[in-house]
């Protein structure tokens, strides 16, 4: 089983035609941001989004959005309708949750409550605006950026220079190890209590993916895996990665924690329901990829499934 057909997991559908040939169409575009059928969700700069007071998300018609359209991000269509992203200045935002009756959730609290579409919605959305709030100026010169092609684009200002940027994602692997009945999982000091979730870091410039499984899991407990491959992926904005999902096997050998986790444990599938019964471990939340591998590893020893953990919560 492929985790493409696998439970759901948060952020993988955004529910969207992304219409990507329309972002360079100015005419299309600013027909869309006046049409009656087009919606704009609405997010704070620190980029939680707005849900309406039955804890939906909210989506204003243009003759309702409290800002002016032409600044909002082009995402795509739904159903044939457009389907913008705005960022509300603070005060307006603090306004419109009035208005609403409704409340700014962050990404992981609307994910935990959000149907699987609008929650890949606003992931995508958030991504979105992040980049463009750190993308002002131009790297090269110094010069102020413009938006173009409905927001997927900074272009440089100063026309001696003129450099272009693209949105970026930055790729990171997370890797279930086994060996024979048991799995590898680590704990960071600063999560909850008794969490244990799979090993994961960031990609290295001029590393395979394969290279950055091995050296990840070396890196953070010390074990020597064998084979990986890959399983599947999930978009984690927070702010800009690419969760790449594999599962690698190992050789028992003693973990030995260095700087990133407080432990790192073998835990046999036999012992992990009870273990979880009892409080004494914790997994991730269900809408983690690392959730996912850990159950469809050990679905496929027990066939059975396992509870996921807590999520951290609307803050
Ligand atoms: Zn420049």
Redesign the pocket.
Known sequence: MSLARGPAYAFRDGGLDRASERRADAAALAADRVAPATRFLMLRADGRVLLDAHATLALAAPADLPVAADEATFLGLHDGAARFACVLPDDVAAAEAGRRGGRFADLRGAAASLPAADAGLVAYARALAHWQSRKRW?G????PTRLEEGGHRAQ?T?AG???TYFPRTDPAIIVIVACGDACLLGRQASWPARRYSTLAGFVEPGETLEQAVAREVAEESGVRIGNCRYVGSQPWPFPASLMLGFEATARRQVPQVGCELEDARWFAASEMPDLIARGELALPPAMSISFHLIDRWFHRRTGAHLSPGQPLGAR
Do not use: F, K, L
Not at 140 to 143: H, M
């Open positions: 131009c090269v010169c110094g010069a440089c100063d220079c003129g450099a």
